[in-house]
């Protein structure tokens, strides 16, 4: 072999190893970061938290752009998902409406199993919240002001038969009240206007309400959760009150239908880094989230169990036939 081919060769034979190095996929552009909700609820704190890790950590290469499409109880953002011109780059933070809004809005044609099982980061929790001028101090006080006034209550919420409209609805159902539920685009907003005194009562989750507990604005009366929360230990579950009811909200990140497997393994491999920081398992305690880390085949079962339970759920209040 001639000095010249020789060098051919070797070039030609680095360049193959090259490749074969470089088979693991990354974004080569920003990512499109959905929140199935509006600016300052729970979903959105937890989307900016994660972008602010991966880039204090330097964990992708690529930059996470987060943007808010709250429309339609979530409608907007899967309508977003399942037309993504680039499946590679566009990821979603969920919330349980990921489960009940195609099943109220059949004629959107998502099946949500299409959607690629990223992480779920944690389960969230809700507690019932009043404002401290009520002069309600429990969850019997609240029951006997809340049948008083019947429809003249008035419970915020984060979307139109959504997780917050589901509790109030059990609430109505399983203690003979007619609480008049508002639904909003988003908890931050839900939350601002129960310490505005705009409204009686809110579900929020820990992280959307807990500025205003710090403050001595809300009061929380009773947790929808198997056992009572750490943060807060002298509130009873409504368990505890005779009710076998207990309701969490999943705080997922999925990826575009049409995801490839390379990109999949990627965003499940970068989300895990995210759920392992100090930051993420601080934000964890300190906001009551709950759950380990779920992805691949476990995430999906849990979607389908999900799917089933909230199937079950909107056709006993009527949402659904």
Do not use: C
């Given at each position: 072999?001639?000095y010249?081919?020789a ?23 920003p990512?499109?970061?959905?929140i ?9 704190k ?6 602010s ?10 930059p ?5 499409k ?27 409406s ?7 809005q ?12 990223v992480?779920?980061m ?8 009043v404002?401290?001028?009520e002069?309600?101090n ?24 959504s997780?917050d ?16 539920y ?11 206007d ?12 820990p992280?959307?309400?807990?500025g205003?507990y ?5 009061i ?20 505890e ?10 705080r997922s ?10 990109a ?12 392992e920081?100090g ?29 089933s ?13």
């Amino acid at each position: 072999m001639s000095y010249r081919k020789a060098i051919v060769a070797t070039v030609a034979g680095l360049a193959l190893g090259a490749v074969g190095v470089a088979q693991a996929w990354e974004p080569t552009k920003p990512v499109d970061f959905v929140i199935m909700a509006g600016k300052g609820g729970g979903a959105d704190k937890m989307a900016r938290l994660m972008q602010s890790i991966v880039e204090k950590e330097d964990l992708a290469n690529r930059p996470l752009v987060p943007t808010n499409k709250s429309g339609g109880s979530g409608a907007e953002a899967l309508v977003h998902m399942k037309s993504a011109s680039d499946p590679d780059h566009t990821i979603m933070v969920t919330l349980n409406s990921f489960f009940t809004t195609p099943l109220r809005q059949p004629g959107l044609d998502v099946d949500i199993m299409q959607f690629a099982p990223v992480g779920r980061m944690a389960e969230d929790t809700f507690l019932l919240w009043v404002h401290k001028n009520e002069g309600i101090n429990n969850f019997e006080e609240f029951l006997a002001e809340a049948e008083k006034r019947g429809s003249g209550w008035v419970m915020g919420g984060t979307g139109k038969n959504s997780e917050d409209n589901i509790i109030t609805d059990h609430l109505n159902d399983a203690y003979g009240l007619s609480i008049k539920y508002i639904p909003y685009k988003g908890g931050g907003a839900v939350a601002k206007d129960l310490a505005g005194e705009q409204i009686d009562s809110s579900v929020n989750n820990p992280s959307e309400a807990l500025g205003f507990y710090e403050s001595g604005d809300v009061i929380p009366l009773v947790a929808f959760t198997d056992e009572r929360l750490p943060m807060f230990p002298d509130v009873p579950t409504l368990k505890e009150t005779g009710s076998d009811f207990s309701y969490f909200m999943q705080r997922s990140v999925v990826g575009a239908p049409g995801m490839s497997d390379e990109a999949l393994e990627y965003y499940t491999g970068l989300f895990s880094k995210v759920y392992e920081s100090g930051d993420w398992q601080e934000y964890k305690s300190s906001k009551s989230l709950m759950g380990d880390f779920m992805a691949g085949s476990d995430l999906t079962g849990y979607w389908d169990t999900q799917r089933s339970r909230h199937e079950t759920i909107l056709k006993a209040s009527g949402a659904i036939k």
